[in-house]
């Protein structure tokens, strides 16, 4: 079982910079697909970034608006993955998830990610 714990949310103006950090327990960690999904009010959950386990080389994927500002790390060491967002926007505005899979095909489907943070509240003002 593993379990998921973000931090690093909050307010900040539109252009700045906030890095959202997802703990996890267990002790197969490096085998897991890693993502963060965001869910903005009255709108569904949102692929934001993954880095894919282990056995896909850990590589790295971006939605579309995210790409060139955001930034997705993991360490396999510490069992933590990162999001490191900048140039924030007002639509950046959203609870966003920690969320770990064994096996990943699109990656950015969320039925593939079998665990769940309790989400993180980020807020962009205009």
């Known amino acids: 079982q593993v379990q998921l714990v973000e931090s690093g949310g909050g307010l900040v103006q539109a252009g700045g910079s906030l890095r959202l950090s997802c703990a996890a327990s267990?002790?197969?960690?490096?085998?897991?697909?890693m993502g963060w999904f965001r869910q903005a009010p009255g709108k569904e959950r949102e692929f934001v970034a993954a880095?894919?386990?282990?056995?896909?080389?850990?590589?790295?994927y971006y939605a579309a608006p995210v790409k060139g500002r955001f930034t997705i790390s993991r360490d396999n060491a510490k069992n933590t993955v990162s999001l490191q967002m900048n140039s924030l926007k007002p639509e950046d505005t959203a609870a966003y998830y920690c969320?770990?899979?064994?096996?990943?095909?699109?990656?950015?489907?969320?039925?593939?990610?079998?665990?769940w943070g309790q989400g993180t509240q980020v807020t962009v003002a205009s």
């Open positions: 969320a770990a899979g064994r096996r990943l095909s699109t990656v950015v489907a969320s039925s593939e990610y079998e665990h």
């Open positions: 880095a894919a386990g282990s056995w896909n080389g850990s590589k790295l």
């Open positions: 267990g002790r197969t960690f490096s085998s897991y697909g």
